[in-house]
């Protein structure tokens, strides 16, 4: 099925294991809790919160023909995420990953079992570059190699959104930020792009400055409690947190930024820097409330009532 407009999410998909503490958390310890099985992976996390935001989303990314391989594209199904363009790689395990949170919702420890990306090469690309190009935006996350993203950077004629994943990942991007309409590191990935450490908003502030002569129009950095530091065409903003009922972060920055992709799909460039953030912080409000990583309370609806809360303030 294709629709005449839509977004495209280049990234991983994984089957996560999730082990949620009780209300106490012992390190190097057995702790009581629950553990959830959930699907997972940054790009299947913003692809599903992009369709519950009703944008046409296709997914693409590759899987195993394995038993996880079976519940990650019948939940991509029930969520409505497009696989058409995605593949499944015969003879390979499907993406997992692993991690626990302590009873404060923060993760503690995570192991991901992610070669299967491997599989994403710029052949596998070169196949449905015109597809791609075909889209509103391409968003990228880093768990396509650093090669991959490199043949993207060169060939994708739309804006490209891009999330660095981790510090392990970020580097991917560091040859392409002048190709890069829109960046949403975290303080962390920040840093190593930089060389700028980030201790408080005024360093914040020369991170994403630094960004933006390097090319990237937009930078949106995560700074966990401290808010969400936007930062693009000559304007800098710090827009707070919601406080919420935290059950578990994971999943949160993804939410974020498919909420970003949202509001440039929806309202093109017409929408404030700042009310961007606003609208990135009341989905990421929603996310954190559950156990999930993408929270079945999210909704256009909800969001903007939500972020209500920045015009009362």
């Known amino acids: 099925m294709e629709t005449k407009k839509y ?124 597809f791609i190009n075909g889209a509103t935006l391409c968003v990228i996350d880093g768990n396509v190699s650093a090669k991959s993203i490199r043949w993207l950077a060169d060939h994708c004629t739309v804006p490209i959104f891009a999330d660095p994943v981790s510090t392990a990942k970020a580097s991917r991007f560091q040859d392409i930020l002048e190709k890069i309409d829109t960046f949403k590191p975290n303080e962390l990935e920040a840093e190593l792009l930089t060389g700028i450490k980030i201790t408080d908003e005024e360093t914040a502030n020369r991170a994403a400055g630094l960004l933006n002569r390097m090319g990237v129009k937009n930078v949106f950095i995560s700074l966990g409690a401290k808010g969400i530091l936007c930062s693009g065409n000559g304007e800098t903003i710090l827009v707070p947190i919601i406080p919420s009922n935290i059950t578990s972060v994971n999943g949160a920055g993804d939410c974020s930024m498919a909420t970003i992709v949202w509001a440039r799909f929806f309202y093109k460039e017409s929408v404030s820097l700042r009310r961007v953030g606003e609208l990135a912080q009341a989905a990421a409000s929603l996310t954190v409330e559950v156990a999930e990583s993408v929270s079945t309370k999210l909704s256009v609806e909800a969001v903007l009532k939500r972020s209500n809360i920045f015009k009362n303030q």
Do not use: W
């Not at 977004?7 to 310890?29: F, H, W």
């Open 7 to 130: 977004i495209v999410v280049i990234g991983g998909m994984n089957l996560d294991l999730a082990g949620l503490s009780g209300d106490v958390y012992r390190p190097r310890d057995s702790n009581i809790g629950e553990i959830e099985m959930t699907v997972g992976g940054v790009g299947q996390n913003i692809a599903q919160n992009l369709t519950r935001l009703n944008v046409p989303t296709y997914l693409i990314t590759v899987y195993g023909n394995d038993h996880f391989g079976n519940i990650l594209t019948q939940e991509c199904g029930k969520n409505s995420i497009y696989l058409d363009y995605s593949e499944c790689i015969i003879g390979k395990k499907s993406s997992t990953y692993l991690y626990v949170a302590d009873n404060k919702g923060d993760m503690v420890a995570a192991v991901n079992d992610m070669s299967i990306t491997e599989n994403m090469t710029p052949k596998f690309l070169q196949e449905r570059i015109d």
